[in-house]
Each structure stands twice: as C-alpha cells, then as structure tokens.
C-alpha cells in the first residue's frame, strides 16, 4: 500500500490519446485549468492594486498562479494529437495558452517589481481571455478563425 | 505463553491472562514497559495450579507475541542489542510486583530493570547531549 | 485558574487538529468546487470528533490512560502493530504537510521560497516541544489560532446570498457535470480531514498531560463542546468564502494563499495580516501536536515513559521517536513535493485508518471496570455506533475511490 501511495504521489503518468473525443477532454480540462489560474491572476491583481493585500502575498500567487499554466501548457503540448480535427484544437487551444501565459507572467513580473498599482490595468486582457476561454471550453470542436 | 496451556483455568490463570500488554510502573511512578509475556511455573503438587513465576518484558519478548515472520525478525534485532549472550527477555520476578491494578506497580526503581536498557541507552547516548534535558518539567 | 486554562486545550485542539492545513485546503477547494452543497460532510465530522473525543478525554480523565495505551490492551500485541504502524504512518505523513503548511504561511508574507524555511520551522516545532511548558503551548497557540474568526467576519463582510448559501448546504446534490465519485471523494476527504486520528492521540494524552481526574469530567465536556464546533465554524467560513469567491468563476484552489483571498478581498490587508497569523497558529500547532502524537502513540504501545510532564531525559526514547519524525518531515518537505498533494494523501488516508483509532476508545468507554459510574450512557452508545458502521464504511470506500477518481481530479 505504502508503495501504492508513493507512486500515485510521485508519478504523474500522462496518457497518450486515442481518440479524438479524448483529445477534446484533455484539452477542455487544460482550458478550464488554466482559466482557473487567470481569474486568481485577475483576482490577485484586483487586491494588489486596491490595496487589498500587500506585495509578497501578490507576488506569490501571482507566481503560483503562472507556473500552474506552464505546467498545463507543457502536459498538453506532450499529448500527440490523434489526428487532423485534433490538430485543429491544439491550434486553437495553443494560441489561447500562450495569451494566458504571457498575460499572467507579466503581472508576475510588475508584482515582484513593486508596482501594484498597474496590475489591474494590466490584468484587463485576461478577461477577454478568459471569455474566450469558457466558449473553448463550451465547444473545443469549433474550426474556425483560431487567432483573433 | 510459556507454561502448560490449554489447561483448564483457574482463576490465576485467567488473572495473569489479564495482566498480558499491561503497563508496567516502577515505585517512583515512572512508565516502565508493558508486560510483554509472562512465565508460569508449576510446582510439584499435582493438585496446584500454575503460578506466575515472572513477567517478561522487552523486544524479545513481544517478539513472541507478535509471531509470524515479522516477530521473529524482532527477535533477531533484541538479539543483537542484547548485552547479555542468552535470548531471553528481560525477567520481573514476581515477588518484585507490588499491586495490580489498570496497570501494575512494581517495587522495583526502573533503572535498575533489565527491560529499560534501551530508555538508558537513548538518555546517555543522545537526550542527555542535548541542553535542557534535565529542564524542569510542569 | 486552571479551568480556564483548561479550556484552551479543547481550542488548541480543535485549532490545531480541526483547523490544520488539511482543513485549511479540503474545505477551501470544496467551496470552490461544489459551493455549499458539501457541508454535511463537515457537520458529520464535527460531530463524530466531538463524541470520541468526549469519550477519549472521560477515558483518560478517569482511568489515566491515554487512547493509543489502551489500544494494545484491547487489541492485542498483533493488532496493535499494525494499529501502531498505520497510525504513526499517517501522523508522520501528516506532520510532513504541517511543517510545509507553517513554511507556505511564511512564504506568503516575504515570498520567499517555502522550502528555505522547512528547516527552520522543523527547528522551530521541536524546540517548543524540548522547552516550552506543555499550558504555556496550549494557550500561546489556541488564542493565536482564534486570530482564523477573521474568516468569519470576512464572509459575512462579502455579502453572500445567504438564503442561497443555506438552500445549497441543506439540499445537497451532485452539481451537473460533475461525477457522484469524485463528490464522495471529496465527502471523504472533508470527513478524514474532521476526525483525523492524532486529534484524539492529542487530547487523551494531553488530558493525562494535565492531570485530569475525575473531576475535570465537566471540564473534558466544555473543551469538547467549545472547542470543536469553533473548529467546525471556521471551516464552514472557509467553504463559504470559497463558495462565494471561486465558485462562480470556475477557479480550482490549489494553492495556500488561495485560501486567503476571500478575506483578502473583504477585509483587505488587515483581514490578510489577522488570516495569515491564524494560518501560522493552525499549522504550528498542528505541527506541534502531530510530532507529539508520533511519540504519544510509539511510546505508548511500548510502554515507554512518555510525555512533556517529566524531564524529556526521563521520557527519553519518546523524544527521540519525536525528534526523529520532525527530522522525516524536514528531510521530505524539502524535497519540493507538492505540500498540496500531500497533505491531501494525509486526510484521505486518514479516513482510511479511522475505524482503527475510534473502535478501541468505544470500547473501554463502555468497560464498566475501568469506567465505574462514567461509562457511556446509551444515547451516547447509539450514536457512537452509528458512527462506528459509518466509519467502516468510509474507510472501505476510501482506497477504491482514490484510485477510482484519480485522487478526486
């Protein structure tokens, strides 16, 4: 048992996947993960910036919240698309990912640089993003303009 | 145990099954162990029932208890901690118990119990290098 | 004097062993994940904790023995291994997130790197063991630990739609979208995360700690029926503030100073600073109490001398089964495993192993030998019972549904 709890803790297998409908939940669980870290993102810029926290509390989850989408992107980039409508998603998806991640490395980096008060006018973008998100999420099959 | 068993009880037997994974507590009021077996003795009149002749405490001893692979690879560590040469565990005679209760009382100090060799071993060797062992408790 | 001293030993425990960094992060990330519609499960482990632990403080109260003590009288030499082994594997494991949990609170006032202060915080938590008076450590950290009602001014600070926040937590439901396993997961999680076992390890030896007699029967009641439901409201705050705060906006907490952001964003930085302070008391104290509980529960299965009461060179090799665990946690955590993840092993295996703590305290509990008049009355019985078929059940389901849900993903 004690080696069962080891392994489930330590290892992070990563399934291949098969099918295209897998490929879509996969995707869709990157999406709804990282749009959980861009509204923390937002959040934790909305308190910094009103005052509502001081700079290393931001600073932390700001850091905490750009290295959760790191994470995210990197495990989706190493599924291997099944197939041609998979590799449409992975477009779509892989755009989006990059918008979250420069977006929230940028407050991170205003953050540890002590300029709070910036951080809201720079975490406007996200919301855009995050809506853009949620519609992936509603519908990750749609093909159609993949950068906006 | 050691001693006949499967004997029909009496009510000393049935007793000193009671008195099996007791707390054993020295004059001072200090824990000393559990009673991990314990050695019956039966004398020379047919009509007399097995006595407690001792209390055995200590890793030996549990190890017997324990059983299976696991206890005997218990015994094998008290084996090699063991100062003395012979494997048995550490004896209580019985005259040293002074009452029985939820745990038992022992007249005896338990520094000078062989079961707490190991309580010694760690007080010299490592507790008592550390300043502030001897600190004031309560 | 000593009554009301007394009393912080229920708060103590139910700071530290209710709220620690396992309830901290289960009751924050069910919150925003399922709003309300698992407090049941909150309100079941506060009851559960706070009849054993009734039970457990009565034993010790009257027969002078702790829980862990009786386990191996009642049990057997057999048994009570593998009772000893599960349960220190469980603590310790627990211990490894508390540590964590005191470096993480740390983190989120400097930011600094966490890991840079697991050492010192394992330093920390044994010198307060070797040196500070067992009363002083109660009360310093049980009132520190009240620092967390600010959670409750924060919820009620936010505004919520009460009505809707009470329709959710007494009709409970499986949200759409969401399985029926990874629900119960969660269920079990908050359940082991109420009744972890080194909450009774804790109080029954820290009764004897104190010297509870007879006497004190009245006093074990109050710090039980204080202490606990407090515990028990602090988290429903935390739940709440998460309900309100992530709940709508889809955001899964998975980070300590997560659990911090409702206050943040009602009360600001003075709200933080009072949550941050309440997160140090919470897992400081858990820390102390869990590596108390690794010596409480080897030394008294062995029958060593155990316990702050005496000098620690006469209560020698319970120091060192303490000192050693404290030595895992730092050697562990710093090895940058998750503390998230880990402490989420801990409360989920915890629920695992309940059956295992609890069985043998109803039993003595009801030894009129040890008990005299004090044994359990037969309410007291029935719903003891019930929580014992409740708390074999959860156990047996514990395992299949982890791997099931893929540790609730």
Not at chain 1, 12 to 41: M, N
Not at chain 2, 85 to 114: N, Q
Not at chain 3, 171 to 197: D, N
Not at chain 3, 213 to 221: A, F, G, I, M, Q
């Amino acid at each position: 048992m004690i080696v069962g709890v080891a392994l489930l803790i330590g290892l992070h297998p990563i399934s291949p996947a098969r099918t295209l409908d897998d490929y879509e939940h996969k995707a869709k669980d990157t999406a709804q993960s990282v749009l959980s870290s861009i509204e923390t993102a937002r959040l934790a810029a909305r308190v910094g910036t009103r005052g509502d926290a001081f700079g290393p509390y931001v600073s932390v989850m700001l850091s905490e919240s750009d290295t959760a989408v790191t994470k995210a992107q990197g495990v989706f980039d190493s599924v291997q698309p099944p197939d041609r409508h998979a590799d449409a998603i992975r477009t779509r998806l892989g755009v989006l990912l990059n918008r979250a991640s420069d977006g929230v490395a940028r407050l991170r980096i205003t953050a540890r640089r002590g300029q709070l008060d910036r951080l809201e006018r720079q975490a406007r973008p996200l919301e855009h993003l995050a809506t853009r998100l949620q519609r992936f999420i509603e519908d990750p099959g749609q093909v159609g303009t993949g950068a906006a | 145990m050691n001693g006949p068993g499967g004997e029909p009880a009496g009510r000393q037997v049935w007793a000193v099954l009671e008195l099996l994974d007791r707390q054993l507590v020295d004059r001072d009021g200090r824990l000393a162990g559990k009673i991990d077996d314990v050695d019956f003795v039966v004398d020379d009149d047919p009509d007399a029932l097995p006595r407690v002749d001792a209390l055995l405490s200590g890793l030996g001893a549990l190890a017997n208890q324990i059983g299976g692979d696991f206890g005997r690879w218990l015994a094998s560590i008290e084996r090699r901690l063991a100062a003395r040469r012979d494997r048995a565990p550490s004896r209580i005679a019985w005259s040293d118990v002074k009452s029985i209760g939820s745990s038992v009382e022992l007249a005896a100090d338990r520094d000078d119990l062989d079961s707490n060799r190991g309580e010694r071993w760690v007080r010299d060797v490592i507790i008592d290098k550390v300043p502030g062992a001897g600190h004031e408790a309560e | 004097m000593k009554k009301v001293f007394g009393v912080t030993l229920g708060i103590l425990t139910a700071m530290g062993g209710f709220v620690d960094i396992g309830d901290l992060v289960a009751n924050s990330a069910t919150g925003a994940r399922y709003g309300m519609s698992l407090a049941w499960a909150v309100v079941l482990g506060v009851v559960g904790i706070i009849v054993f632990a009734e039970m457990a403080g009565r034993v010790a109260s009257v027969t002078q023995r702790a829980v862990f003590d009786l386990v191996r009288e009642r049990l057997g030499a057999r048994a009570g291994l593998v009772n000893l082994g599960a349960s220190f594997f469980i603590t310790v494991l627990t211990l490894i997130a508390e540590v964590a949990g005191v470096a993480l609170s740390f983190q989120l006032v400097s930011d600094v790197n966490y890991l840079l202060f697991i050492p010192l915080v394992g330093f920390a938590v044994w010198l307060v063991i070797w040196r500070v008076k067992f009363t002083t450590l109660e009360t310093v950290f049980g009132l520190m630990g009240l620092a967390m009602i600010v959670t409750i001014v924060a919820i009620v600070q936010l505004h919520p739609d009460w009505s809707s926040l009470w329709h959710h937590a007494s009709h409970p439901s499986v949200p759409p979208g969401e399985g029926r396993p990874t629900y119960f997961y969660f269920a079990i999680a908050l359940f082991g995360a109420a009744m972890t076992p080194y909450e009774v390890f804790f109080f029954s030896s820290g009764a004897v700690e104190e010297k509870w007699t007879r006497s004190d029967l009245v006093l074990n009641k109050a710090n039980v029926y204080l202490g606990f439901p407090l515990g028990g409201l602090l988290s429903l705050s935390l739940m709440a503030g998460a309900a309100v705060v992530f709940h709508p906006l889809g955001v899964g907490v998975d980070f300590l100073s997560q659990v911090a952001l409702p206050t943040s964003l009602a009360l600001g930085k003075v709200g933080l600073a009072f949550v941050i302070v309440g997160f140090v008391a919470c897992t400081f104290g858990a820390a102390l109490e869990t590596a108390l509980s690794c010596g409480y529960t080897m030394s008294q299965y062995f029958g060593w001398q155990w316990g702050k009461l005496v000098r620690p060179r006469e209560a020698a090799r319970f120091h060192l089964v303490v000192v050693s665990s404290i030595v895992v946690a730092i050697v562990v955590g710093v090895t940058a495993i998750d503390p998230i993840k880990v402490t989420e092993y801990s409360i989920v295996l915890s629920a695992a192993a309940l059956p295992l703590t609890y069985f043998p305290i109803l039993v003595v509990a009801n030894d009129a030998n040890y008990m005299g008049d004090d044994v359990n009355g037969p309410v007291r019985n029935a719903i003891a019972t019930f929580y014992m078929v409740l708390l074999t059940v959860v156990a047996a389901a514990t395992i299949p549904l982890m791997i099931a849900t893929k540790a609730g993903s």
